[in-house]
């Protein structure tokens, strides 16, 4: 997620203001939105299971993969609404840079050792 933050990368969430806005005004994209954010938690539930030798649907690997997709999408959902704000992408970088170090923190204690 740092590398994408400093890139600005797109799929993060820097899309700009037109994009954002866009997004915002319509109940059809969010929800399509919502459904991208789904398909990712699901794939990284197939990586981890994979990479533990556990199934997909064990509730281990649902939930690891869920904590990590929530702070993801909680993540663009603030760059979305920095960039509506009117914040420029470098002041959002430096922003949600120290937020997702933040929130990954939270979630150090109980995924550390998970997968290693």
């Given at each position: 997620m740092?590398?994408?933050?400093?890139?600005?990368?797109?799929?993060?969430g820097?899309?700009?203001?037109s994009?954002?806005?866009m997004?915002?005004?319509?109940?059809?994209l969010t929800?399509?939105l919502?459904g991208l954010?789904?398909?990712?938690?699901?794939?990284?539930?197939q990586?981890?299971?994979?990479a533990t030798?556990?199934a997909?649907?064990?509730?281990?690997?649902?939930?690891a993969?869920?904590?990590?997709?929530?702070?993801h999408?909680?993540?663009?959902r603030?760059?979305?609404?920095?960039t509506?704000?009117?914040?420029?992408?470098d002041?959002i970088?430096r922003t949600?840079?120290?937020?997702?170090?933040?929130?990954?923190?939270?979630l150090?204690?109980?995924?550390?050792d998970?997968?290693a």
């Open positions: 740092q590398d994408a933050i400093a890139a600005q990368d797109s799929v993060a820097f899309s700009g203001a994009f954002a806005r997004i915002a005004d319509s109940p059809t929800i399509c919502r954010h789904d398909q990712r938690e699901h794939r990284l539930a990586a981890l299971a994979e030798g556990t997909p649907d064990d509730i281990t690997v649902q939930t993969a869920g904590l990590l997709s929530t702070v999408r909680i993540l663009f603030r760059i979305q609404d920095l509506l704000a009117g914040h420029s992408n002041e970088a949600i840079g120290a937020e997702a170090t933040q929130a990954f923190d939270l150090e204690p109980a995924l550390a998970y997968a």
